[in-house]
């Protein structure tokens, strides 16, 4: 039986070159969706679960790439 995504995985490498393209350092920019990642996650295990099938990773690049094209929804 085969697992349904919740998303499209090009859309998601499509997005992330988004936001290594925008960056002045890659490794900066992987350290912040790590971080980005590791706080959600643990934010996910105190507060109901939005979508459990989308990964805290592919969640933080999504976020982050939203932020970049539009900053009007920046909340930090």
Excluded at 1 to 29: P, W
Excluded at 53 to 67: G, H
């Amino acid at each position: 039986m085969q697992k349904r995504q919740a998303f499209d995985s090009t859309h998601v490498v499509y997005r992330a070159e988004e936001l290594m393209k925008a960056a002045s350092n890659r490794y900066r920019i992987t350290v912040q969706v790590a971080h980005r990642a590791k706080k959600r996650r643990y934010e996910d295990f105190e507060s109901p679960v939005e979508d459990p099938l989308m990964k805290p990773t592919i969640r933080a690049i999504i976020e982050m790439s939203d932020e970049l094209t539009q900053p009007e929804i920046i909340s930090e």
